[in-house]
């Protein structure tokens, strides 16, 4: 088993074949986990902090990367800046975390968000994709 405390963060040979080392997003955001590559290669990881999607984190013969694997979401094409500020604030005071790309509002597929969707009659679709939230800043409880 091979130990990791850091990501490569560059150190890797681009030209190497990768190798995928699939992992979800709540074990994603630890730094003690376990995890075993496409190759069957098994990794132990010990980490500062938690790593992301994409990072190389191991090279021999080929670069492992950490690839996140996509899980359900609602998706809320959100093209109104007032109506994106208020459909924020909802998902925001119902302490849910949200992803913001490609001019779309991400959410774990919930059944309260659901149901506050519905009943504020606020267009959404259920999908699946990698799903990475932003941090909030600045408030913590330890």
Same mark, same amino acid.
């Given at each position: 088993?091979?130990?990791?405390?850091?990501?490569?963060?560059? /150190?890797?040979?681009?030209?190497?074949?990768? %190798?995928?080392?699939?992992?979800?997003?709540?074990?994603?955001?630890?730094? #003690?986990?376990?995890?075993?590559?496409?190759?069957?290669?098994?990794?132990?990881?010990?980490?500062?902090?938690?790593?992301?999607?994409?990072?190389?984190?191991?090279?021999?013969?080929?670069?492992? !990367? !950490?690839?996140?694997?996509?899980?359900?979401?609602?998706?809320?094409? !959100?093209?109104?800046?007032?109506?994106?500020?208020?459909?924020?604030?909802?998902?925001?005071?119902?302490?849910?975390?949200?992803? %913001?790309?490609?001019?779309?509002?991400? %959410?774990?597929?919930?059944?309260?968000? #659901?149901?506050?969707?519905? #009943?504020?009659?606020? *267009?959404?679709?259920?999908?699946? *994709?990698?799903? /990475?939230?932003?941090?909030?800043?600045?408030?913590?409880?330890?």
């Amino acid at each position: 088993m091979e130990i990791i405390n850091r990501e490569l963060a560059g /150190q890797a040979d681009d030209t190497l074949p990768i %190798v995928a080392l699939r992992v979800d997003r709540r074990t994603l955001a630890k730094t #003690r986990w376990r995890g075993t590559a496409d190759d069957g290669r098994e990794f132990g990881f010990e980490l500062a902090r938690p790593l992301r999607h994409g990072a190389a984190v191991f090279a021999g013969a080929a670069r492992y !990367v !950490v690839e996140q694997q996509p899980e359900p979401v609602l998706r809320l094409a !959100v093209t109104d800046p007032t109506e994106g500020a208020r459909v924020g604030w909802m998902i925001g005071n119902l302490h849910f975390p949200a992803q %913001v790309r490609d001019g779309a509002i991400f %959410v774990e597929a919930d059944s309260a968000i #659901r149901q506050m969707l519905t #009943r504020e009659d606020i *267009a959404f679709e259920e999908t699946r *994709a990698v799903f /990475q939230p932003m941090h909030a800043g600045g408030h913590h409880h330890h």
